[in-house]
C-alpha cells in the first residue's frame, strides 16, 4: 500500500520560503510519477509541479516556475518542493501525489495516491 505523508507547511510572510516533505512508504519514489497539487478555499485543486524521476524531468505552472522547486531524495525516499518568494496567492493546503503512469501531469484524475495535505499561509 502506498502512502504518502506530506510536512512542513506553515505561516509565512511574502517573499519568504518554505520547504514541503512528501514521505513515501510501500513504493520506491523513483519509479513514479511525483506531483505536488494545491487546492486554496472556494478553488478546485491544481497542480503546481511534477517530476518524473525516471526521465529527470520536471513540469511547472507557469505561476511557480523560477520559485517553486521539485526533487527527489532516493536514499530518503522523500520528495521535496521547495517554495521561494512565496505570494498571498500561493496560500493553500499543499498535496502530494503519486502515479505509476499519467497522462496528463497536471490533471488530478491521473494520480493515484494522495498525501492528506500540509497547510501553508502566507501573509501579504
Known amino acids: 500500500q502506498v502512502q504518502l505523508v506530506e510536512s512542513g507547511g506553515g505561516s509565512v510572510q511574502a517573499g519568504g520560503s518554505l520547504t514541503l516533505t512528501c514521505l513515501v512508504s510501500?513504493?520506491?519514489?523513483?519509479?513514479?510519477?511525483m506531483a505536488w497539487f494545491r487546492q486554496a478555499p472556494g478553488k478546485e485543486r491544481e497542480a503546481v509541479a511534477a517530476?518524473?524521476?525516471?526521465?529527470?524531468?520536471?513540469w511547472y505552472v507557469p505561476s511557480v516556475k523560477g520559485r517553486f522547486t521539485i526533487s527527489l531524495d532516493n536514499a530518503k525516499n522523500t520528495v521535496y518542493l521547495q517554495m521561494n518568494s512565496l505570494k498571498f496567492d500561493d496560500t493553500a493546503v499543499y498535496y502530494c501525489?503519486?502515479?505509476?503512469?499519467?497522462?496528463?501531469?497536471?490533471?488530478?484524475?491521473?494520480?493515484?495516491?494522495w498525501g492528506q495535505g500540509t497547510q501553508v499561509t502566507v501573509s501579504a
Open positions: 510501500g513504493a520506491t519514489a523513483s519509479s513514479y510519477f
Open positions: 517530476f518524473f524521476p525516471l526521465v529527470q524531468t520536471t
Open positions: 501525489a503519486a502515479s505509476r503512469r499519467v497522462t496528463f501531469w497536471h490533471s488530478p484524475d491521473n494520480y493515484n495516491y
